[in-house]
Every structure is written in structure tokens, then in C-alpha cells.
């Protein structure tokens, strides 16, 4: 008898508790606009162990290309993605937001994690995210954002060498400029060589740029650089620069490639420097092999009449982008001209160290490996299988595609990946193993092959990967996952083919993320 008067008494109160929740769900349902509340959760009112609140986790985006994420002029565009937020039970969470941090929210509940918002006014600006699940349990967190007036860029640069001969290549390098707001890629540049007010280049947004005076230009010579950014804030800055009459030697240095990796061979060639009184087979040459500026007076040789060198640069510090190499020539009066050569191991190389040390590329010692290079269908398939460690399975020859008989090269790869819905052929029949593939299609294989989950919905960070495009869910996963970037310009190109250093950072970057789930 006692254990029937505890459990009617249970039933009532879990009657009377459910009620309650139920009330305050309407509540909230009929009066959307009411003020945002500042508890952080309501806990379960039934009291369930297993029952959890949600979690509420947003990302501010613009793709105005500020340098602070968070940031942005009087009207950029600011994307909020709630699609991190959690819910224990996997319920369907609600979203809220308050876009001005006055506790007041601007938006209803809705099933969309995603909203977007532009402003007007300077300040900052306390964006809250309020997410709800199905019994009523609430979280909520906020994000700083700024909004400022756009300032003009500052224009700065830097000139190697400051003093030289009419034939010597100055090298103008912009990089020191900066912009309060604006990434440094959004940004153009143009030149005036000679002081004379017309400028000698159109806008660019190439940063570093090289120009050679010629017989007839001596003494000081003004260059102006004048900078926009994109709301056409502009700025100048001036320098000079001394063109020399005299009779010191002409150095000139040559390097190839222009571009390499980690294992490239760079050749360097100073055969063409020359002298007005001394004969070429008299001239000698010193090398400073990793050149840093001008106060760098360590050189890697002594004068001797070798005018070439040999070079694969060290991957200890994984140091990537532009590579100096100096050399001085002396003629036999003691004059010593200088030149400087640039070559560039590219931003993929730790990226292709990785794969050509596991075998699945090979960068080859020569000088004929282009990370630029595009890669072939076959070739992708291939680097993907291989990646996936399934390069020792070969599969049941099947006659699939016509241009893919049993001995082909690709063709267990083609076969495996095509088991595993990774890839299909064209509608005649056809694989095409030696046509190129574009960056889209090929980031549409890497997550299907690493089984990512694809995102839905997202924003359009790219003006060239619209929601209307087939691609536009895998270039939003594949942005979101830091598998792909776009370019500086702030597109994407996802019809560009693929090169194999894009690829590279691909398959890398699937792999991390493979492990880390």
C-alpha cells in the first residue's frame, strides 16, 4: 500500500513538472522578440541523468579580406556559422540571435544555423547566439565583433641594390606595406621608376617587381610607389635609388629552376657578367649562397674563376618562399660588381617531402619536377589510392573503361577507386587517365575517398563557387576543414586544374584530419 501512494505521488509531481516546461515553451514560442535570457541553460525539469543541455559554439566569417577575421569596414558582410553547435541526444537544436549584444534578439527560433548581417555604424559590437533543444534546455555564447571607418594603406619599400650600373635589375619588393583593414593580397600597387609623374606600371597586385634602367639614366633617380586598397584608399611613398657611372664589372646571375621543392637542384650561372677593361676569362667570382640583406657580409666562398654553383636548400627549418643567392664579381683593378638571384621553393614542399618520402610522389632530384605542373586523372587516382595505403590491392581486372586495358598503368588504381565510389567515367565509355582534372572535381574524390562529412548549407566565401554549383557543398567542407584555400584574389577557381602541390596539401591535410577522427 505504501508503494502505491509513493508512485502516485511521483506521477503527479512528474505530471505537474512536464506541465510546467510545456508552459514555459509556449512562452517563449508566442513573444519571439522578447529580451534574450540571461541564464546560460534552464536545467531538465524531469530530472533525467541522461537528459544534457546543448552546447552553443559559432564562427564569425567575412570575405571582405580583412586581416582580422572579426573585423570589418562600415558595410562588409558578416557570416555566423552555428553549425558546431552540439546537442548530447542529437535532437534538432533551435537557433537565436542577438546581432547588437542589447539583449533584445532580432530573429525567431529557426532550424537554420546559419545568418548573415551587415552594419552601418562604428563600434563593437557583442554578437549572442542562443541555441534550444527539444525539451527546452538552453546555452548560449557570444563573439566580439569591430566595426571601423576603412583608413588609407601605408606605401612602403625596399629596393636591392640601392646603387648600381644602368644595366643592373633593381628589385622593388612592397611587402613592408600595410593596411590597417585589408590582407596584404588585397591590395594593388604601381610604380613610377624616374620621378617624372607618369607612372611606368598599371595596377597590380604583385607586391615585388624588378625593372633594369639602361645606357642613359644616371645619377639620382626618384621611385614612387603609389598603393590603393579596395575601397580606393590610396597612398605614396618615394625613394631613391642611385644609378652609377664607372667602371666597376656587370654581374649577372642566372638560376634555374625559378621554382623547386626541398629536392630540387637549383643551378646558378654567372657566365654573363662582364667587364668594360677586363677580359671575362679574368674575372673572379664569390658566392653567398643564402643571402639575408644588406648587413649579411658572410659569403660562402672565397674569389675564385668559378662562375656556377649547384644548390638543394635545406628543409631542417622547413623554410619555404624566396631564396637569395648573392655573387660578387672582381675585376682585376679590385672593382667588385654585385648581383643577386631569386629563385622560390614552393609553399607545397613539405607537402610533397611527406609524400615523396612515403612513396606516393616522387619529386625527382632533376630539375624537371613543377609543383605548378597539372596532374593527370590517372595520376590523381593513383596519389589517392596510394595515400589511402591501398596501393598493394590489385582488383579483379574488369573491363570498365575502354581506355583502360588490363596492363595500364592506372588501372588497378582506376578499378579500386571506382569500387569504392570514389571516381566515375564519362558517359562514352571513357576514363580519360591522361586528361587534366579540375580543383574541384579533384577535392570532390579526397573526401569522398577520406569518407569527411560533407556540411550543408554554408556561406558563398568565394565569388566564383556560387550555392548553385554542384561543387559548392565540397568546396564549403574542404574550406571549413582547411583541406583547400582560395587564391589571394579571394576566389577559388574551381575549374582551374589541379597542380601537384595543390594536391599534395590535399591529401596531407585529409590525413591529419583522418587521424584526428
Do not use: C
Not at 53 to 74: I, L, Q
Not at 239 to 245: M, Q, S, T
Not at 253 to 278: H, I, M, Q, Y
Not at 474 to 493: A, I, K, N, P
Amino acid at each position: 500500500m505504501k508503494s502505491l501512494v509513493k508512485d502516485t505521488i511521483r506521477v503527479s509531481v512528474g505530471i505537474t513538472l512536464s506541465m510546467a516546461v510545456l508552459t514555459a515553451a509556449l512562452a517563449v514560442s508566442q513573444n519571439a522578440m522578447a529580451i534574450v535570457p540571461e541564464q546560460p541553460y534552464v536545467h531538465n525539469t524531469n530530472d533525467d541523468p541522461t537528459d544534457f543541455r546543448p552546447v552553443a559554439s559559432f564562427r564569425v566569417w567575412t570575405n571582405a579580406g580583412m586581416g582580422r577575421e572579426a573585423e570589418g569596414t562600415m558595410g562588409t558582410k558578416f557570416y555566423f556559422d552555428a553549425r558546431n553547435s552540439k546537442d548530447p541526444e542529437r535532437g534538432q537544436l533551435k537557433y537565436r540571435w542577438d546581432f547588437d549584444g542589447d539583449g533584445q534578439a532580432e530573429t525567431d527560433w529557426f532550424t537554420e544555423p546559419t545568418a548573415e548581417r551587415v552594419y552601418w555604424e562604428t563600434g563593437q559590437k557583442t554578437i549572442k547566439l542562443i541555441v534550444r533543444d527539444e525539451v527546452g534546455n538552453l546555452d548560449h555564447t557570444t563573439h566580439q565583433i569591430k566595426i571601423v571607418k576603412n583608413t588609407r594603406p601605408t606605401a612602403f619599400f625596399t629596393v636591392e641594390p640601392e646603387t648600381g650600373s644602368p644595366a643592373q635589375k633593381f628589385r622593388f619588393n612592397a611587402a613592408e606595406t600595410f593596411d590597417d583593414q585589408y590582407k596584404q593580397g588585397r591590395l594593388f600597387y604601381r610604380w613610377d621608376f624616374d620621378g617624372d609623374k607618369v607612372y611606368d606600371t598599371d595596377w597590380s597586385p604583385r607586391e615585388i617587381v624588378e625593372h633594369t634602367y639602361g645606357h642613359g639614366y644616371k645619377g639620382i633617380q626618384k621611385v614612387t610607389l603609389e598603393v590603393k586598397d579596395p575601397e580606393n584608399g590610396r597612398h605614396t611613398f618615394t625613394k631613391d635609388i642611385e644609378i652609377l657611372e664607372n667602371t666597376v664589372p656587370v654581374a649577372v646571375v642566372e638560376v634555374e629552376p625559378k621554382v623547386g621543392t626541398f629536392d630540387t637542384l637549383f643551378r646558378l650561372n654567372a657566365e654573363n657578367s662582364f667587364d668594360d677593361e677586363t677580359e671575362h676569362r679574368d674575372l673572379k667570382f664569390r658566392w653567398d649562397m643564402d643571402y639575408n640583406g644588406p648587413n649579411d657580409i658572410i659569403y660562402d666562398s672565397a674569389f675564385s674563376k668559378g662562375y656556377s654553383r649547384s644548390i638543394r636548400f635545406d628543409d631542417d627549418n622547413q623554410k619555404v618562399g624566396t631564396q637569395r643567392v648573392r655573387v660578387e664579381i672582381q675585376d682585376e683593378d679590385g672593382e667588385i660588381g654585385t648581383a643577386i638571384a631569386y629563385t622560390v621553393l614552393h609553399w607545397a614542399s613539405p607537402y610533397l617531402k611527406e609524400l615523396n618520402d612515403e612513396g606516393i610522389i616522387y619529386t625527382r632530384h632533376d630539375r624537371t619536377f613543377d609543383p605548378n605542373t597539372p596532374v593527370p586523372r590517372g595520376e590523381v587516382i593513383q596519389m589517392i589510392i596510394k595515400k589511402l595505403d591501398l596501393g598493394r590491392i590489385a582488383p579483379e581486372y574488369q573491363p570498365i573503361f575502354s581506355d583502360i586495358p588490363q596492363h595500364d598503368k592506372y588501372m588497378k588504381y582506376v578499378l579500386e577507386a571506382y569500387n569504392r565510389g570514389i571516381v566515375e567515367g564519362y558517359p562514352d565509355g571513357t576514363f580519360r587517365p591522361e586528361a587534366s582534372i579540375s580543383r574541384a572535381e579533384t577535392l570532390a574524390m579526397i573526401l569522398r575517398a577520406f569518407e569527411i562529412d560533407i556540411l550543408r548549407g554554408g556561406f558563398q566565401f568565394y565569388p566564383d563557387v556560387p550555392k548553385s554549383e554542384w561543387f559548392f557543398k565540397f568546396v564549403d567542407t574542404g574550406t571549413t576543414s582547411e583541406l583547400v584555400s582560395g587564391y589571394d584574389t579571394g576566389s577559388f577557381g574551381p575549374h582551374d586544374p589541379i597542380t601537384f602541390g595543390e594536391i599534395a596539401k590535399m591529401l596531407y591535410q585529409a590525413d591529419k584530419l583522418d587521424e584526428l577522427n
